[in-house]
């Protein structure tokens, strides 16, 4: 494989990567809602091995050209049941997540970064990664720190690649590299899901499975809450048109005028107000709404990153502590 070469000079080959999980992957993006998300990996007891020298991978972010454009997000939470391991690990040192990108002629591998470190470098380096930030900024809120970035698998995303060459990937999955012996690692959930990948470009049409999709759906529901289920409806019957099929291109009113017209352009104003660089006036609220689709778009990243690591001995010991059964009220001879 390209890959495999492109590795073998930039990495420090090691026999039998035994801290690996069995490989769980999928060949299709999932589009999961925020209520049900599942994003990562199988379920396993990672044998005896050290973390490979530092430089044996490339960092995700860099190699792939990551944004929230075209990444989604990984975090992980490490349950140390009974301290079967002290101190506790913490990703990154004594865990390492090793993503693997594939397309299936061509393999990658790489370590997640970490997409911001505060609120500010979420602003900077997240929000406004790419240069879209209009499309969510102020729509959606701090979710705080440990979020990774990793690449989008949803069938469409092309990733130009730092080392030369390009991949549209068909499938991931992680591994995890660990310091610590004789332990078992359950890793939850076991498969590696992926939110539809980054923003709708503007101006571009949402597909008809994405109108059916729970993002476009949790725009309708705010849409029917701020406003009522009619304007909700005649939202919809505008993104299904296509806005010059339903608006006059001189006048950006609708070509057929519909009493639920002005009230959807002040609710789309009010979901919109923390949007300051985007005004809703006349039929740009079919921007509007991609808008506030793009948000929760990225809402639902955060619950659909979280990835848990249980860690637990095998071997561990319990003692067994005998309790007199009370339960018969005892009687004396006298």
Known sequence: MVIRNFFESRRLLFSGIAASLGIASIVAPAVTSP?????????????????????TYEACTPYFGLTKDNADLLSF?????????TPTPVIGTDIVPVLTVTDGTQSFECIPDLGWTDQATWQSDYVNGGGNSAFVDGLISYPGTGYYLMPVVDGSTTFSLTGGGSILPTAS????????????????????AHTYGGYRPFGSDLSISQLADPYYGAVSQAVTT?????????????????????CDQSTGDPIVPNQSYAPLVATMSALMQSNSSFDVVNCNLWFAAELLYNAEVQ?????????????????????TTTVPDRSVTPSFAG
């Open 35 to 55: 209520a049900t998300a599942q994003p990562v990996e199988g379920s396993g007891q990672l044998q005896p091995s050290t973390i490979s020298a530092p430089g």
């Open 173 to 192: 999955s992680l591994r995890f590299e660990v310091n610590f012996t004789g332990r078992t690692i359950t890793v939850s959930p076991t498969n590696l």
């Open 226 to 246: 701020t406003g009522d289920a009619a304007q909700s409806a005649y939202l919809l019957q505008l993104m299904t048109a296509g806005l010059w099929n339903f």
């Open 77 to 85: 939470d490490v349950v140390n049941e009974n301290n079967a391991v």
């Open 299 to 319: 809402k639902a990243k955060v619950p659909n990153s979280l990835v848990t690591l249980t860690i637990t001995d095998p071997n561990a010991t319990t003692t």
